[in-house]
């Protein structure tokens, strides 16, 4: 079943979670009836365009919002009906990194009083010396060495790949199980992003972490992902979820194929136009009827594609809700669905 964490012990289950927000626009399904679960050592990457829900259901995983359906398991138990010890346990097992380490470092907390408060709220580092020690041996991880040329200083002081490293090391200070990175190398440039994706892969096999990693990016979706999983969502949903090298070698959703015709490193040969027949994201607070892929669709098929949501299902080794890819229903000549042809994503 690619839907679940394989054959490795589940760290997290994400079961049907669904999270709304309100706006003055009306309600906003940002995510709809995800499950995907992770299992220990292992990578799931959530891919998709702006706006599709990977951060909402990355803080749901990471237990920074409750969903207001479904539920999220960590380690069997459900995060939202811990006791206070079970929730101080948990807080420490699942750790979160943002997007943008400058706005998630407090500015006025030298590198050591960043990785030493941790420590100490848990009770991990008894002397400053301890702490220091352990802070320095956190640098060396992240590859932050020799450790005292960056223990005092300020994230001013230091660079956006530097700061991102600092933050993974915070991270890492409590021996967390799984980690939930948001985007966590989008803000650097590409020299040092490259750097650091592969410290953090190198952490993964190292450390047997669990992650769940948010990228809008494909290509870094296939370097990170190697040997784990990827979920593609669209307007809230999870529409094609299986292995990395099966969804970006030989991707089944026409979103899927899509997102890979746009980028040149993983669709090498002739530019394909995925023959989208819109290039608009619909509204969430206005979503098509049926599949909400549709209106863009080269598959479409009326009567069928905007009548009835297609559910998850097992097609070509991968889970994925079509209705033309499962057989439900067959592809329509493309040229007699086709409102406008072109048009990338
Ligand atoms: N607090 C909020 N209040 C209202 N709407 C929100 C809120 N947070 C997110 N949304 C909306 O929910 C949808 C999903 O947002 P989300 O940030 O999860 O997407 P994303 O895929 O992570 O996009 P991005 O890469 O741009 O962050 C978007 O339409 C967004 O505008």
């Known amino acids: ?40 050592g292992e990578v799931l990457c ?32 459900d995060i939202w009906q811990l006791g206070k010890r079970e929730r101080v346990a948990y807080r420490k097992a699942v750790q979160f990194i943002h997007q943008d380490p400058y ?13 030493a408060a941790p420590l100490r709220k848990h009770g991990l580092a008894g002397s400053r010396k301890d702490a220091w020690e352990q802070a320095a041996a956190l640098l060396a991880r992240v590859e932050m ?35 939930v990175a948001d985007e966590a ?22 450390l047997d972490v669990g992650f769940v990693f948010i990228t809008h990016d494909l290509a870094i979706a296939r370097h990170f992902g190697t040997g784990g999983r990827i ?21 089944q959703h026409p979103y899927t194929k899509a997102l890979l015709s746009a980028v040149p490193d993983l669709a090498p040969g002739p530019r394909r136009d995925p023959g989208l027949r819109g290039v608009d994201i619909p509204d969430l607070a206005a979503l098509p009827s049926g599949c909400t892929f549709h209106p863009r669709c080269p598959l479409y098929v009326p009567g069928t594609c905007d009548a009835v949501e297609p559910e998850l299902l097992e097609a ?20 007699d669905t086709r409102e406008k042809t072109g048009g990338g994503v």
């Open 145 to 179: 060495t020799p450790a005292a040329n960056f223990l005092n200083k300020y994230p001013h002081q230091l660079s956006g790949g530097q700061r991102q490293r600092v933050a993974v090391a915070r991270a890492l200070a409590l021996g967390p199980r799984l980690i």
């Open 185 to 206: 190398t989008s803000m650097l440039d590409v020299s040092i992003r490259v750097g650091v994706l592969r410290m953090l892969s190198k952490l993964r096999q190292e």
């Open 316 to 335: 070509a080794g991968r889970e994925v809700a079509c209705h033309v890819v499962a057989g439900q229903a067959d592809a329509a000549p493309a040229d």
């Open 46 to 77: 959530l891919v998709g365009e702006s706006g599709c829900g990977k951060t909402t259901t990355a803080r749901m995983a990471a237990g920074l919002a409750k969903p207001v359906a479904g539920s999220v398991e960590f380690e069997g138990a």
């Open 231 to 251: 979920a593609v969502m669209y307007l809230g949903r999870v529409v094609e979820h299986g292995r990395t090298e099966d969804v970006i070698g030989d991707p």
């Open 103 to 115: 706005a998630s470092l407090n500015p006025i907390r030298t590198v050591y009083a960043t990785l």
């Open 1 to 40: 079943m690619t839907g679940a964490a394989s054959d490795q012990s589940v760290l997290l289950d994400l079961k049907a979670v669904s999270q709304t927000f309100h706006s003055k626009r009306g309600a906003l399904p940002a995510v709809r009836d995800v499950s995907l679960s992770v299992g220990r």
